[in-house]
């Protein structure tokens, strides 16, 4: 029985591991086989993805926020490259995001980039709820409100407006609204609203 209870808490422990798109052997060795070849060859998973997901498996024994996460996908948008996790609840917060930002910077060897790390928590399915995503995506300017319209062909998009300056951005508006809507499976539309100067009586 002991040895039954054993291999019980073994197995549960393997299933809080962080999750990756790929078979984890395959990543660590960087030795594909004929099923993650296929997801690489079909764009399902980037190159560059592999990379990212060894550095995460390798830093997951020293961050105990990294165990119960899951990988969704990475945006290579030039100068920066964007990383998506799913974490539990209460670990979606900056704070996590800085630690494994500034971890992976230290393991990966992204020569002229730089990195950031965008947290959604696993209860909170982004596809319902934008909100969250589209402010870590927009800051640091301020999303006041995020619409959804009807287009004439039936379709739904996203109207997603901020404020603040444009030129801060992370990236330019149509690349963020392309990504944005790769991520929650709708077009999505971003109005931004540059911030008034108050009137000074
Ligand atoms: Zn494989």
Known sequence: MGSLRKTKKALSEVTE????????????????????????????????????????????????????????KSYDLGDLVLIILKVPRGYDTNEVAKKIRQALTKKLDFVGKRIRVV???????????????????????????????WLPNGEEKYKIRAIGNPNRLIAPKEKLEELLSDL????????????RRRNVF
């Open 119 to 149: 947290l959604v928590s696993d209860i909170k399915d982004p596809r319902r709820d934008p909100s969250r995503i589209a402010a870590q995506l927009l800051a640091p300017l301020t999303v006041t409100g995020i619409n959804i319209v």
């Open 184 to 195: 929650l499976g709708k077009k999505v539309e971003i109005e931004i609203e540059r911030r």
């Open 17 to 72: 591991r962080l999750k990756i798109p790929l078979d984890k052997i395959c990543v660590r060795t960087g030795v594909l086989c004929p099923s993650c070849q296929y997801k690489v060859e079909k764009g399902i998973v980037k190159e560059f993805e592999v990379d990212i997901m060894r550095a995460l498996l390798e830093l997951e024994d020293e961050m105990k926020e990294l165990k119960e996460a899951e990988y969704i």
